[in-house]
């Protein structure tokens, strides 16, 4: 099936710095992602979608400004935390859809932010 | 704004039985609805997804209903195992072919040799 990596799988930062995380599609091109994130035991809350070439949609509640969100080409999207501060710490999942699937979604293996 | 029920938040089952776990959407123009299993600190995997089309799809011990009057959807596992526990969320698709997945708050199920 589809792979879909992501870069770094944890990362410790401090407060105030600035993290960028990489989500890529390995055997597909992916048109459109997604980044999601989830607390512990909890679901999967949808951050932003981003189609490649065209700027990510926030869902509401999301501060674009703090979650830079670039999807610069079919099988890379990054996500920049800015100005990191201990609130912001989660799981961070991004998820994929393929070009000649309007359907199916398949999950990066997350990367775990934590902000001291 | 759209929202998709999911019952129940833990399911304890003996090995051996089957699981159940049910969904409600809100959206009635959602139409496709997927289940993702998650591993402790992993990432979810699709076991089964179903069109608004179908009313049932199977694969093994894996199986999902689908009522679109009553707007839910629910998955069966039989012949539960071991290996079966984890968290289960459902997701439904929201307004037409490219909406975005609207997930559930997830079941943890938990399957006792």
């Known amino acids: 099936g589809a792979v879909v990596s992501q870069h770094p799988s944890w990362v410790i930062c401090k407060s105030g710095t600035s993290v960028k995380i990489e989500c890529r599609s390995l055997?597909?091109?992916?048109?459109?992602m997604f980044w999601y994130r989830q607390f512990p035991k909890q679901s999967l809350m949808l951050m932003a979608t981003s189609n490649e070439g065209s700027k990510a949609t926030y869902e509401q509640g999301v501060e674009k400004d703090k979650f830079l969100i670039n999807h610069a080409s079919l099988t890379l999207s990054t996500l920049t935390v800015t100005s990191a501060h201990p609130e912001d710490s989660s799981f961070y999942i991004c998820?994929?859809?393929?070009?000649?699937?309007?359907?199916?979604?398949?999950f990066g293996p997350g990367t775990r932010l934590l902000v001291l | 704004g759209e929202n998709v029920e999911q019952h129940p938040s833990t399911l304890s089952v003996q090995e051996g039985d089957s699981a159940v776990i049910k969904c409600t959407y809100s959206?009635?123009?959602?139409?496709?609805f997927p289940w993702y299993k998650q591993e402790l600190g992993k990432r979810p995997q699709l076991i089964i997804d179903?069109?608004?089309?179908?009313g049932e799809k199977k694969d093994q011990r894996i199986a999902v209903t689908l009522n679109k009057t009553a707007k839910h959807f629910s998955l069966h596992i039989t012949e539960t195992q071991p290996e079966d526990s984890a968290v289960y969320f459902c997701a439904s698709r929201r307004g037409g072919s490219q909406g975005n997945l609207i997930f559930g708050k997830g079941t943890k199920l938990s399957v006792k040799p």
């Open positions: 959206d009635s123009a959602s139409n496709y």
């Open positions: 055997d597909f091109q992916a048109t459109t």
């Open positions: 998820s994929a859809r393929a070009r000649d699937s309007k359907e199916t979604q398949y």
């Open positions: 179903i069109r608004s089309n179908v």
